[in-house]
Nanobody, 126 residues
Framework: QVQFEESGGGSVQAGESLKLSCSHP????????MTWFRQAPGKQRDEREG??????????NYADSMRGRFTISKDYAKHILTLQMNNLKPEDTAMYFCAADRELGAWYDPYGVDYWGKGTFVTISS
């Protein structure tokens, strides 16, 4: 069982930035795709939304509403996945999860995820 640990969440004002990080034990070698998902307040687990992903070749994908504001990256040496979030909006308020899968399906499909982190909460006030 892979254990991810997310950090960096918090409360900020609209227009500000946050950087989320996701780390995993060094002895765990993630060979597939890693994705940030989010679950807005009141939404169910199966309604988690794909935010951004990076695959094993370093290719990235973003949800339309995040493209240009969010940047996903991975430090393979330090085993850390990050999500830089700029120009945050109140609708970005959610629990953000780090996830990994074997790239068998669409990057934004939460049903394809093999491993989930516990999440870190982000609150954006207007």
């Amino acid at each position: 069982q892979v254990q991810f640990e997310e950090s960096g969440g918090g409360s900020v004002q609209a227009g500000e930035s946050l950087k989320l990080s996701c780390s995993h034990p060094k002895y765990i070698h993630i060979t597939g795709r890693m994705t940030w998902f989010r679950q807005a307040p009141g939404k169910q687990r199966d309604e988690r939304e794909g935010v951004a992903s990076i695959d094993s070749d370093g290719n990235t994908n973003y949800a339309d509403s995040m493209r240009g504001r969010f940047t996903i990256s991975k430090d393979y040496a330090k085993h850390i996945l990050t999500l830089q979030m700029n120009n945050l909006k109140p609708e970005d308020t959610a629990m953000y999860f780090c996830a990994a899968d074997r790239e068998l399906g669409a990057w934004y499909d939460p049903y394809g995820v093999d491993y989930w982190g516990k999440g870190t909460f982000v609150t954006i006030s207007s």
